[in-house]
C-alpha cells in the first residue's frame, strides 16, 4: 500500500545575543566548561531571571522575518522536569502566549513553488551539557557543563505540511537563509545554533486525518534530516503494511548506522506542568516597536530570488544558488554593481568561483578576490579583452597571487586578438598547412569547422578571439 | 513586668557623670533603631560596644530561645569597626551601625543560607541578596541569621529543621512563622531590628505573637532578588522592628526598583519616616465584617474593637466594608503557592550544591533518596500538592481556578478601598498556641494565616502591630492593611497608634 508522508519541524536556533536570555553571562561558543556561568544561569537558592531585550528583539526579528504574527501580549512559562544539565528544574520556555503565530515561508521543489506555513515561534532557554565519565576516562561519574544553560533559543515550529524528506529539506535551507538574512541566527549547526527536530507519520492517500507520529531528535545535519525522513518513512511503510500500529514515540537517529531507535515512548512522556512564570511580568511589544523593527529587516532570500530574476534576467536556479547565502548575494551584487553583466557574473561565481572555493571548503565569505577585483575580470571578459578560456587562466592567477586581472593580462600578454587583419593571416596559414581539410570543408562537411578554429586557437596560443575566428574561416571557405 | 524599650530606669544616674560612662548604663539591647542611630552618631557608644551588647543579650538568653540558626560574629564586628570609622569621619547613614538579623532565606555572600532546611544546610550563599546589598550600603551590621519554618512554609517555626523557637513572652508556646527566629530575635532584644519574608502572612503573624511591628510591603516594593522563593508571586520581603517608625526607616532602606527583580515596581519611594509625621484626622478605618466571625478568639476581637475606638479617637472615621471572598482564601492560597513552590523547590535535587543522599544507585534514586531525605513533612505535603495541582487534567479546575479567585480577592480591595484608607483586623484568630498543638492537623495551622493570606494573594501592604495581651499574658496583633504601594498610610495610621499607646513599649521579662 501506498501512503502519504506527513512531516512537520521543530527548529530550535540560537539567537545571535552576546549575552544569555536571562542574565549577562557571555554566549560564546568554545569556551572551558563553565566558564560561562553565575548564581542566575546556574539556577542557585534566590537568584531570578531578567529578560535580554536584545533576545526578545531577535525573536521579534524572527517572527517578522517568517510573515509571523508578532503578539502584543506574550508570555513565559515554566517546563516542569528534571534532568541534571536542567539546574532550576525547570525551563523558562513560552507555551500558553508564544511571541509569534501564524508565519509561513516559501519552498521550491523541482520547480514547484509551495507556501508551508508557521504554527507558532516561542522564546526559551538552552539547558546546559552533560559529559558523561567514560568519554574523560573517568567511569561511574557525569560532569556538567553549564555554559549553554540560558542561551537564548528560538523554536520554530511548522504545520505538518511537509510531505517528502526534499521539502523537509528545502524548507530548513529556506529557513536558516531567512534566520541569517534577517540577522537573527547565525544557524551554524556545527555549533549546534541551529537543530532540528521532525514530527513524521504516514496516512494512506487521500484520508484526511494523520497517522501516528514519531518525533525524530539528534537531527545535526541537513543529509542526516533527509536520511531519517528517509529511513523513518520506510519504517513506519512496513509496520503498517504488516497490519500493525506506529507507537507514538520519541526516536533518535544513529548516523553512524543510519537508523532511528526509540528514546521514550509516549507512556513514559513528561506531564511538564506548564504554567506562568511568576518571575516575569508579560512581554508587552507596541506596535511602534514591531514596525520600528520591520524597517530594519533586509531584504529576504525570497525577495532577491524575484527581483534577481526580473532585474537581472538570470535563470530562477542562478538565483536560488546565488541567494541561498546572503554573503553569496552581496558578492554577486556587487559584482553587478561595479559594472559586470548580470550572467557573466552568475556563470562565473556558480562556477569557477565556488568550484575553487569548495574545493578548499572555503564559503564565499573567506574568498581571497574581492568582488571589486571579480568584476573587473568579469568586465574584461564582457568586452571580450580575453576570451573565457584565457579568464579561466587569469582568475586562477588571481586566485592565488591577488593580482589584478589587468595586470595579469599584460604580465602575461594574453589580451585577446580582435584584430581582423592579424586573424585572417592566421587563418590562411591553417588554411593553407591543411589542404586536404579545407577542400573537405567545401563539399559540405561542416563538421571540421571545429578542427579549423582549433588549429587557429592553437596558433594563437588561445588569444584569438573565437567568434572571430568562426567568421573568417566561413569567409574563407565558402 | 513591662518596662520601656530604652531600660528608662538606668537614664537617670548621676547627672555628675560623664555622659559616655551615662550610656554605658543603658541597656543597649534594648534600644530602637532611631535611638541606637541618635546614639551612636552622639557617640554615646560605638558600634562595636552595640554589637557586643548584643551578642552578650544573645548568649544569655539564646539557649531559652532559638531566634538564630547561626551568627555571623566575625562579620558583624568587622562592620561595626567599619561603622565606628566611618561615624569617626562624620559620615551619616541611615543605619549606620546598627546591628540588623536576617531571616536565614535571605542570601548574604559568604554565609550560609539554609532556609530552615537540611537540603540547604551547607549551602553558602556567592551573593548578596539585592536587601542585603542596601542594608550593608546603609551602614548595617548583620548579626546573624534567623530560624524559619523550612522554605517559609509553616506558621510556628515547628516545621525547621534546625529545631523550633520559643516565643519569648511564654517558652512554652510558638513565635508563630515562618519568620519566627526574626520575630523572636527583635522581642526578646537579640537584635535591633530583623529582616522576615512574608508569603501569606509569615511576617505578620510572628510579629502578632510576639509583640513587635511587621510589616509586608506591597509585592514589587521591595526586591526577591536573592531571597530564596517560596511562592514567587506572593513572597516579600519587610522589616520586624520594635517600633513602626523603626519600619519606616528599615523600608527606606530595601525598598525600591532593582534592575535584577522584573518584579520590583518602577514606582516613586517617597521618605516613609517623613510620612510617620501626619497625623490622620480625616482618614477612614475599614472594619471588614468577614473578618469577626465566629473563629474569633473573643479576646482578640475585643482589643482589635478597642484599637479602631483608639483610631476613632486620633480623629479616623471607621466605617463597615467588606472582603467577601475572605473564605475562599485560605484554598486559593495553597493552590497557588503549593504550585509555584513546586517549581521552585525543584532545583534541590543534589546535583549542584546541598544535601544529596548517598544511597543511590541511578539517577531517579539520587534525586528521590535526597528529596525524600533533604525536605521537611510539611515541604513535601506542599511540593506535592502543588505538583498536583498543575497536573494535566487538573490544571483548569486547581490552579486556574485558583487564578479566578485571586483575582475576586484583589477586586474585594480595590472595592473596600474606594471606603476607607486603611483596613483594621486582627493579624491572627488567636494569641500565640503551644506546641504541637497543631502540627498533627495542617488545615488547622493553615487557618491560622486566614486573615494575613488575602493582603498577599491581592499584593496589597499589610502590618501588624501590637495592641493588646490576651488574660495569659500573650501579644494580640493589629494589622492594618492599605492600597497598592500606600506604605505611608499604614505607616502613618501605625505610628500616630504607637504615638497613643504603649503596647509597642512592653517586652518579655526574659
Ligand atoms: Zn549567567
Redesign the interface.
Known amino acids: 500500500m501506498d501512503y502519504e508522508l506527513v512531516i512537520g519541524l521543530e527548529v530550535h536556533t540560537q539567537m545571535k545575543t552576546k549575552t544569555k536570555i536571562f542574565c549577562s553571562c557571555s554566549t560564546a561558543f568554545g569556551r572551558s566548561p563553565n566558564e560561562n556561568t553565575c548564581p542566575v544561569c546556574l539556577g542557585l537558592p534566590g537568584v531570578l531571571p531578567v529578560l535580554n531585550k536584545q533576545a526578545l528583539e531577535y525573536a521579534i526579528r524572527a517572527c517578522l522575518a517568517t510573515h509571523s504574527e508578532v503578539q502584543e501580549i506574550s508570555q513565559f512559562d515554566r517546563k516542569n522536569y528534571f534532568y541534571p544539565d536542567l539546574p532550576k528544574g525547570y525551563q523558562i520556555s513560552q507555551f500558553a502566549l508564544p511571541i509569534g503565530l501564524r508565519g509561513h515561508l516559501d519552498i521550491q521543489v523541482d520547480g514547484v513553488q509551495k507556501r508551508i506555513g508557521i504554527t507558532r515561534i516561542h522564546m526559551e532557554e538552552d539547558a546546559g551539557k552533560l559529559i558523561h565519565g567514560e568519554n574523560l576516562g573517568v567511569s561511574g561519574k557525569s560532569y556538567i557543563d553549564f555554559n549553554r544553560t540560558g542561551v537564548p533559543l528560538i523554536e520554530i515550529v511548522s504545520e505538518p505540511e511537509l510531505r517528502s524528506a526534499e521539502e523537509a529539506k528545502a524548507y530548513l535551507i529556506e529557513l536558516r537563509s531567512i534566520l541569517q538574512y534577517a540577522d537573527v541566527s547565525d544557524c551554524n549547526m556545527e555549533e549546534g545554533s541551529f537543530r532540528c527536530d521532525a514530527n513524521v507519520s504516514l496516512r494512506p492517500w487521500g484520508q484526511e486525518e494523520f497517522g501516528t507520529r514519531t518525533e525524530l531528535k539528534n537531527l545535526n545535519s541537513f543529509r542526516f534530516i533527509q536520511k531519517a525522513i528517509e529511513y523513518e518513512t520506510d519504517r513506519q511503510a512496513k509496520i503498517l503494511n504488516q497490519g500493525e500500529k506506529v507507537i507514538q514515540e520519541t526516536r533518535l537517529y544513529d548516523s553512524d548506522k543510519g537508523i532511528t531507535f526509540s528514546m521514550r515512548s509516549k507512556e513514559e512522556a513528561h506531564d511538564y506542568r506548564y504554567f506562568p512564570e511568576p518571575d516575569l511580568p508579560p512581554i508587552v511589544v507596541n506596535s511602534e516597536w514591531i514596525e520600528r523593527t520591520r524597517s530594519t529587516i533586509p531584504e529576504l532570500p525570497e525577495e532577491k530570488r524575484q527581483r534577481y530574476v526580473a532585474e537581472f534576467k538570470i535563470p530562477e536556479y542562478d538565483a536560488g544558488v546565488l541567494t541561498a547565502e546572503q554573503d553569496l548575494a552581496h558578492y554577486f551584487e556587487n559584482c553587478v554593481s561595479e559594472g559586470a553583466i548580470p550572467k557573466t557574473a552568475s556563470n562565473w561565481i556558480m562556477g569557477d568561483l565556488l568550484g575553487r572555493l569548495n574545493k578548499e571548503g572555503l564559503g564565499i565569505s573567506n574568498c581571497p578576490i574581492p568582488a571589486i577585483a571579480m568584476a573587473e575580470l568579469f568586465k574584461l571578459i564582457d568586452k571580450q579583452t580575453i576570451s573565457g578560456k584565457i579568464a579561466k587562466t587569469v582568475f586562477e592567477d588571481m586566485y592565488s597571487t591577488g593580482k589584478p586581472a589587468e595586470q595579469i593580462i599584460q604580465e602575461k600578454g594574453l589580451v585577446q586578438i580582435s584584430d581582423t587583419g592579424a586573424l585572417e593571416k592566421l587563418v590562411q596559414e591553417v588554411i593553407d598547412a591543411n589542404p586536404g581539410q579545407a577542400e573537405e570543408f567545401r563539399n559540405g562537411k561542416d563538421k571540421l569547422m571545429g578542427f579549423f578554429v582549433g588549429q587557429v586557437m592553437k596558433a594563437s596560443k588561445g588569444q584569438a578571439n573565437p567568434e572571430l575566428v568562426n567568421k573568417i574561416i566561413k569567409e574563407k571557405l565558402t | 513586668m513591662a518596662r520601656n524599650r530604652t531600660g528608662s530606669e538606668s537614664l537617670n544616674v548621676s547627672s555628675a557623670r560623664s555622659q559616655r560612662f551615662l550610656f554605658s548604663n543603658i541597656i543597649m539591647h534594648r534600644l530602637t533603631i532611631e535611638q541606637a542611630v541618635e546614639g551612636l552618631q552622639a557617640r554615646k557608644f560605638s558600634s562595636a560596644e552595640l554589637t557586643q551588647a548584643i551578642y552578650d543579650r544573645i548568649d544569655k538568653i539564646e539557649g531559652s530561645v532559638s531566634a538564630y540558626i547561626h551568627l555571623t560574629r566575625e562579620m558583624a564586628q568587622q562592620q561595626a569597626q567599619d561603622a565606628d570609622r566611618l561615624i569617626a569621619q562624620g559620615e551619616k547613614k541611615p543605619l549606620l551601625g546598627v546591628p540588623i538579623a536576617l531571616k536565614d ?3 548574604a555572600q559568604g554565609t550560609r ?1 539554609t ?1 530552615g532546611s537540611k537540603i ?1 544546610n551547607d ?1 553558602v ?3 548578596d ?1 539585592t536587601v542585603v546589598r542596601r542594608l550593608k550600603d546603609a551602614g548595617a551590621v548583620l548579626i546573624g541569621k534567623t530560624n524559619m519554618d523550612e522554605f517559609g512554609m509553616g506558621s510556628s517555626t515547628e516545621n525547621s529543621w534546625h529545631g523550633t523557637s520559643k516565643n519569648p513572652w511564654n517558652l512554652e508556646r510558638t513565635p508563630g512563622g515562618s519568620s519566627g527566629g526574626s520575630a523572636v530575635a527583635v522581642s526578646a532584644n537579640e537584635c535591633i531590628a530583623a529582616l522576615g519574608s512574608d508569603t501569606g502572612g509569615s511576617i505578620r503573624q510572628p510579629a502578632s505573637f510576639c509583640g513587635i511591628t511587621g510589616l509586608k510591603p506591597t509585592y514589587g516594593r521591595v526586591s ?6 517560596y ?3 506572593l513572597d516579600q520581603i519587610g522589616p520586624m522592628t520594635k517600633t513602626v517608625a523603626d519600619s519606616a526607616i528599615m523600608l527606606n532602606v530595601i525598598c525600591g526598583k532593582d ?5 520590583s515596581a518602577e514606582v516613586a519611594v517617597p521618605d516613609f519616616s517623613q510620612a510617620l509625621r501626619q497625623d490622620v484626622k480625616g482618614m477612614r478605618v475599614g472594619l471588614p465584617s468577614e473578618y469577626f466571625t465566629s473563629g474569633l478568639d473573643p479576646e482578640v476581637e475585643e482589643s482589635i474593637r478597642k484599637s479602631a475606638k483608639t483610631l476613632e479617637s486620633l480623629g479616623m472615621e471607621i466605617v463597615d466594608v467588606s472582603l467577601p471572598h475572605l473564605e475562599y482564601a485560605v484554598a486559593c492560597y495553597y493552590i497557588v503557592a503549593c ?2 513552590a ?2 521552585n ?3 534541590y ?1 543534589g ?3 546541598g544535601y544529596r543522599s548517598e544511597r543511590s544507585e541511578t ?1 531517579m534514586d539520587m ?1 528521590s533518596n535526597t528529596r525524600e531525605e533533604g525536605f521537611g513533612k510539611e515541604v513535601k505535603r506542599r511540593i506535592l500538592l502543588g ?1 498536583f495541582v ?3 487534567g487538573y ?1 483548569d479546575a486547581y ?1 486556574l481556578k485558583g487564578q479566578k479567585v485571586r483575582t475576586l480577592i484583589k477586586n474585594d480591595f480595590e472595592n473596600a478601598f474606594k471606603q476607607c484608607d486603611v483596613i483594621a483586623s486582627p493579624t491572627a484568630p488567636a494569641p500565640a498556641f503551644k506546641f504541637n498543638e497543631k502540627t498533627g492537623d495542617p488545615l488547622q495551622m493553615y487557618l491560622s494565616d486566614i486573615y494575613t493570606i488575602s493582603a498577599n494573594l491581592a499584593g496589597v501592604p499589610g502590618m501588624s502591630i501590637p495592641c493588646g495581651q490576651s488574660s495569659t499574658g500573650l501579644p494580640i496583633g493589629l494589622q492594618l492593611m492599605a492600597k497598592h504601594f500606600d506604605e505611608e498610610t499604614l505607616l502613618r495610621v501605625g505610628h500616630q497608634y504607637q504615638q497613643n499607646t504603649d503596647h509597642h513599649l512592653k517586652f518579655p521579662s526574659l
Open positions: 532565606l535571605i542570601c543560607t532556609c540547604l549551602f550563599s556567592p551573593y541578596a526577591r532578588f536573592g531571597l530564596i522563593a511562592a514567587s508571586s534592575p535584577k527583580d522584573s518584579t504550585a509555584e513546586s517549581a523547590l525543584s532545583r535535587d546535583v549542584k550544591y539517577l534525586y505538583t498543575l497536573s494535566s490544571y490552579y
